[in-house]
């Protein structure tokens, strides 16, 4: 055999794998720039970019958002957000509002994040920075402790609750970012008050600790640290936790 065959084999096979390798980038640019291309709304609805979105949506959800989230399910000790439940602080579970908070985040120090609100600390000479809000006694926080637990059928002293509810509509100012009816804004990521889903826990003792210390839960922001492409992915990855019953795995 002649020796300069080898030599040509290994030209041969090289070409071929940069050949793979170019395919291979030319397919995910494609796949990329349909995903850029497409409405974020729909994309769960298109089968073929919905696959590529949440493959990579998920590569992406478990590097950078997993150490918190986990697999999506709640964790609220630490205050974090159950992903699968379909129930939304901020905006109501649109890929491109999720995409805005993986960019920009909450309360993260970027200018274009969700910054609007935050739980006053009410146990505080000075409850929040932002408004002029007066701090609660140790009595106000325990009625409306009663008032919140009686909204949910388990408050143990009515009196107490019928005072709390006063002090919602007037001197703490509840009212303005938890709207009258108690039902939340999210818009301002203020949560609604009458269903059952609590992101620090809905006890007594944890009402009491949200009530004296306040609430300022941090989203991180990833626009410096995620391409375009990579934050759409996860956001649209994160719509379908919420949606996993009627959307297929990646």
């Not at 000790?77 to 905006?91: I, K, M, S, W």
């Not at 109501?92 to 609100?117: C, F, K, N, Y």
Request: net charge neutral; hydrophobic share 45%; charged share 20%.
């Amino acid at each position: 055999m002649p020796r300069w065959r080898p030599t040509w084999m290994i030209v041969v096979a090289l070409f071929a794998v940069m050949m793979t390798v170019a395919l291979v980038r030319g397919a995910q640019a494609r796949a990329d720039g349909a995903l850029m291309r497409a409405d974020p709304e729909r994309i769960l609805n298109m089968p073929a970019l919905a696959r590529s979105a949440l493959a990579q949506g998920h590569d992406g959800f478990v590097q950078h958002c997993a150490s918190c989230h986990g697999a999506g399910g709640p964790n609220q000790a630490r205050g974090v957000p159950d992903l699968t439940d379909g129930d939304f602080l901020y905006g109501t579970g649109q890929v491109a509002e999720i995409e805005q908070i993986v960019l920009h985040g909450i309360r993260s120090g970027d200018p274009r994040g969700w910054q609007l609100a935050a739980m006053p600390a009410y146990a505080h000479a000075k409850p929040y920075g932002a408004e002029p809000i007066p701090p609660m006694t140790p009595a106000q926080i325990g009625d409306m402790i009663q008032f919140l637990r009686a909204k949910h059928g388990v408050a143990t002293d009515q009196a107490a609750a019928a005072r709390g509810g006063k002090v919602y509509a007037g001197s703490g100012g509840c009212y303005d970012c938890h709207g009258n009816d108690a039902a939340g804004n999210e818009a301002i990521g203020a949560p609604n008050l009458l269903d059952d889903v609590w992101l620090y826990g809905g006890s007594a003792a944890t009402l009491d600790r949200t009530f004296r210390e306040g609430r300022a839960g941090v989203s991180p922001a990833y626009a410096r640290v995620l391409t375009p492409v990579e934050a759409r992915a996860i956001a649209v990855y994160v719509a379908h936790l919420a949606r996993h019953d009627r959307q297929p795995a990646p």
